[in-house]
């Protein structure tokens, strides 16, 4: 089993900046990828970003490309999401997931919670207009 938790959530103004933390912990080993999703009030789940643990390979919802960096330190298991330029409609529960899903497939496959077994119990972010 995998464990995650994330950091770093809060309030900030329009355009302002935060960047999430995300630990993990247990079978780290087992690790192919990991994304971010969120969630805002009476919406879906809905994909952020992801990244492959053991390469360099990105993927990103459009609305936020441009905006918003994921990275890693998978030498001590944590993964962030840098956020700048933040909108109100960036308001959300955001999520760190892991996924052991195979090594082969590259970062867009993993898009769908479906993909991911491990889950952080989420860190909130609202963007005050």
């Known amino acids: 089993q995998v464990q995650l938790v994330e950091s770093g959530g809060g309030l900030v103004q329009t355009g302002g900046s935060l960047r999430l933390s995300c630990q993990a912990s247990g079978r780290t080993f087992t690790i192919t990828t990991m994304g971010w999703f969120r969630q805002a009030p009476g919406k879906e789940l809905e994909f952020v970003a992801s990244?492959?643990?053991?390469?360099?390979?990105?993927y990103y919802l459009d609305s936020v490309k441009g905006r918003f960096t994921i990275s890693k330190n998978n030498a001590k298991n944590w993964l962030y999401l840098q956020m700048d330029n933040l909108q109100p409609e960036d308001t959300a529960v955001y999520y760190c997931a892991a996924s052991s899903e195979a090594q082969t497939y590259s970062a867009s496959y993993f898009n769908t919670r479906s993909r991911y077994s491990a889950w952080g119990q989420g860190t909130q972010v609202t963007v005050s207009s």
């Open positions: 990244i492959k643990w053991t390469r360099n390979n990105e």
